[in-house]
């Protein structure tokens, strides 16, 4: 597609339940990131991909968090055993080709945890 | 460590009141300097890249230019339609973004 599409568009979780969320980069973009969104305007990167292939997971939480881009399927973002502070809006993007290629941002998925 | 800095935080402007917001940053090696603006809800859209010092792009009522160390979005007769929040970043060495906190927009009819 031309945009990339992220889904759920908000998902509610109780504390200690699992999360998942999805992201299906633009056709043709080779290169996915996730980032964090807690409070307004701070975005905290988590991890990127070159394809199928962990490119930078230098964000990424060690212990509850892990993510995946398989070929022919979304890429998936897992948070297990989540907590309050999980809380956030979690956006995708991808970009064509090598860094430092502009990124193009999905509207998010917006995690509550209760 | 790579540092983005926006001001101002917040912005009121009547229509037509031209203004600009600036972005500044301390990287190691400059990659690139990517302008975002972004909606409520909404995921940031990309406005323009600005790879080296002297550069300028626009689009519509806005213009980006670049020195060495900052960059000012420059927004010429605002309508209403413009406000948003303009948001600039600049990629590590493996891409990754480095946001400034932002600045909100407002304009005023």
């Known amino acids: 597609g031309e945009e990339v599409a992220q889904t759920p568009k908000h998902l509610v979780r109780g504390e200690g339940q699992k999360a998942k969320l999805y992201c299906a980069p633009i056709k043709g973009h080779s290169y996915v990131f996730w980032y964090q969104q807690v409070l307004k305007n701070e975005f905290k990167f988590l991890i990127s991909f070159q394809n199928e292939n962990v490119f930078d997971e230098t964000g990424m939480p060690k212990e509850r968090f892990s993510a995946k881009c398989l070929p022919n399927s979304p890429c998936s973002l897992e948070i297990q055993a989540t907590k309050l502070e999980d809380s956030a809006v979690y956006f995708c993007?991808?970009?064509?080709?090598?860094?430092?290629?502009?990124?193009?941002f999905g509207d998010g998925t917006r995690l509550s945890i209760l | 460590e790579d540092q983005v800095t926006q001001s101002p935080e917040a912005l009121r402007l009547q229509e037509g009141e031209s203004s600009s917001l600036n972005c500044s940053y301390t990287v190691s090696g400059l990659r690139g300097l990517f302008w975002y603006r972004q909606d409520p809800g909404k995921g940031p859209e990309f406005l323009f890249t600005l790879y080296s010092a002297g550069e300028e792009k626009e689009k519509e009522r806005l213009k980006a230019t670049l020195t060495k160390k900052e960059s000012f979005l420059h927004i010429t007769a605002p309508k209403p339609e413009d406000s948003a929040t303009y948001l600039c970043a600049v990629p590590s060495n493996t891409g990754k973004l480095i946001f400034g906190q932002g600045t909100t927009l407002q304009v005023k009819p």
């Open positions: 993007a991808s970009s064509p080709g090598s860094p430092p290629q502009p990124q193009h």
